[in-house]
């Protein structure tokens, strides 16, 4: 056997099993994306940083293709659906490249108009990150933008405000149509509450309607949404082209209450639950009932109604009040407004014979 059957030496043998764990360390190294296994997930919300045309844009060609690009990759059915014109104009496809999404136009825009592109925040990147308060941004196809602005924060009671639309409408025109999105111009705001409608014609006068879209589903249902009017006209002259520091406050009618409360039981019955009844007044078959906790404390998550309070021992653990054989406090009555937060709602067991 020569030299050559015999194979590499040692020192040869040692070279190459070297180069084939460096060659494997590149090629993991190469393969990997994004954070290594078991390492901490995304939680960055997504954000628009860029767009076609740019925002305060003006002589925007009537044929133009609009475009947004995110921070990062999105779930293109969700994120793509989110993003829309206001006045509407009917998109005929919505292409993605990347990070960047392209609206090719059914029609072509109307001469001298400005339009809001509005990005929902419904949209979300591909690890189910959605965009807080969501985004928007404003252009026109005239020769300059039109200088009125109506700004101000909106205080939400029973909801949060992030990406509630204000619409805006000219005073002298018809009321809104909550299906046609009919308005004049439109504004989006942000997570801490404040908005700017843009591009409004000077002079003017204008109404504002707030839409809180709390289904998410970007049309007004009365069952489940918010659709309030704000009881000032607007007039913008070119004196005085903006109305700002307004300070709107919005309530939602359905935001549950709280009421909270301890029960007093001084009887030093053991058996049985101590439970703590709230019957509304619309409609007395609907009966809630929590329990009290070791020391009596209890909480109630109501509706907006008016209330018949009542703390009871179940001693046969049925969850319904026996006025013969359960000791019970005297009733008492509560008002739950919206988003209440009624504290100290004191209950006291007494003996049977005393109670209601």
């Given at each position: 056997?020569?030299?050559?059957?015999?194979?590499?030496?040692?020192?040869?043998?040692?070279?190459?099993?070297?180069?084939?764990?460096?060659?494997?360390?590149?090629?993991?190294?190469?393969?990997?994306?994004?954070?290594?296994?078991?390492?901490?997930?995304?939680?960055?919300?997504?954000?628009?940083?860029?767009?076609?045309?740019?925002?305060?844009?003006?002589?925007?060609?009537?044929?133009?293709?609009?475009?947004?690009?995110?921070?990062?990759?999105?779930?293109?059915?969700?994120?793509?659906?989110?993003?829309?014109?206001?006045?509407?104009v009917a998109i005929k496809e919505r292409r993605w490249n990347g990070r960047t999404l392209t609206l090719e136009l059914a029609d072509t825009l109307a001469r001298d108009r400005t339009y809001t592109v509005i990005v929902a925040p419904t949209a979300r990147d591909r690890h189910g990150n959605t965009m807080p308060g969501g985004s928007s941004f404003v252009f026109?196809?005239?020769?300059?933008?039109?200088?009125?602005?109506?700004?101000?924060?909106?205080?939400?009671?029973?909801?949060?405000?992030?990406?509630?639309?204000?619409?805006?409408?000219?005073?002298?025109?018809p009321g809104p149509d909550s299906t046609a999105r009919d308005f004049d111009a439109i504004g989006l705001t942000r997570s801490d509450g404040r908005f700017r409608v843009l591009g409004l014609a000077v002079p003017g006068s204008y109404r504002v309607w707030i839409f809180a879209d709390l289904n998410g589903n970007r049309s007004f249902e009365p069952q489940a949404?918010?659709?309030?009017?704000?009881?000032?006209?607007?007039?913008?002259?070119?004196?005085?082209?903006?109305?700002?520091?307004?300070?709107?406050?919005?309530?939602?009618?359905?935001?549950?209450?709280?009421?909270?409360?301890?029960?007093?039981?001084?009887?030093?019955?053991?058996?049985?639950?101590?439970?703590?009844?709230?019957?509304?007044?619309?409609?007395?078959?609907?009966?809630?009932?929590?329990?009290?906790?070791?020391?009596?404390?209890?909480?109630?998550?109501?509706?907006?109604?008016?209330?018949?309070?009542?703390?009871?021992?179940?001693?046969?653990?049925?969850?319904?009040?026996?006025?013969?054989?359960?000791?019970?406090?005297?009733?008492?009555?509560?008002?739950?407004?919206?988003?209440?937060?009624?504290?100290?709602?004191?209950?006291?067991?007494?003996?049977?014979?005393?109670?209601?």
């Amino acid at each position: 056997m020569n030299a050559r059957d015999r194979g590499p030496g040692p020192v040869v043998r040692g070279r190459r099993a070297v180069a084939l764990a460096a060659a494997l360390l590149v090629a993991a190294g190469c393969a990997r994306k994004g954070p290594p296994t078991g390492g901490p997930p995304d939680i960055t919300p997504p954000a628009v940083v860029s767009s076609i045309p740019d925002t305060f844009a003006a002589g925007v060609a009537t044929d133009a293709r609009i475009s947004v690009t995110f921070s990062e990759g999105m779930e293109p059915r969700a994120s793509g659906d989110a993003v829309s014109l206001a006045p509407p104009v009917a998109i005929k496809e919505r292409r993605w490249n990347g990070r960047t999404l392209t609206l090719e136009l059914a029609d072509t825009l109307a001469r001298d108009r400005t339009y809001t592109v509005i990005v929902a925040p419904t949209a979300r990147d591909r690890h189910g990150n959605t965009m807080p308060g969501g985004s928007s941004f404003v252009f026109t196809t005239g020769a300059q933008m039109a200088p009125g602005s109506i700004s101000g924060t909106i205080e939400g009671v029973g909801f949060l405000t992030e990406g509630t639309y204000v619409w805006c409408y000219d005073a002298n025109g018809p009321g809104p149509d909550s299906t046609a999105r009919d308005f004049d111009a439109i504004g989006l705001t942000r997570s801490d509450g404040r908005f700017r409608v843009l591009g409004l014609a000077v002079p003017g006068s204008y109404r504002v309607w707030i839409f809180a879209d709390l289904n998410g589903n970007r049309s007004f249902e009365p069952q489940a949404d918010i659709l309030v009017p704000v009881d000032t006209t607007f007039a913008l002259t070119a004196e005085a082209p903006e109305a700002s520091g307004l300070r709107l406050k919005v309530t939602n009618p359905r935001a549950t209450g709280k009421v909270k409360g301890t029960v007093r039981d001084t009887l030093g019955i053991t058996q049985g639950d101590l439970l703590v009844s709230a019957i509304p007044a619309n409609d007395t078959t609907q009966v809630l009932i929590t329990q009290a906790g070791a020391r009596g404390v209890y909480e109630l998550a109501l509706i907006p109604d008016y209330y018949r309070l009542q703390a009871f021992r179940d001693l046969d653990k049925n969850r319904k009040y026996d006025p013969v054989r359960e000791p019970a406090s005297k009733p008492i009555q509560v008002t739950v407004t919206p988003a209440a937060n009624l504290q100290d709602i004191d209950l006291v067991l007494l003996p049977l014979g005393r109670g209601p």
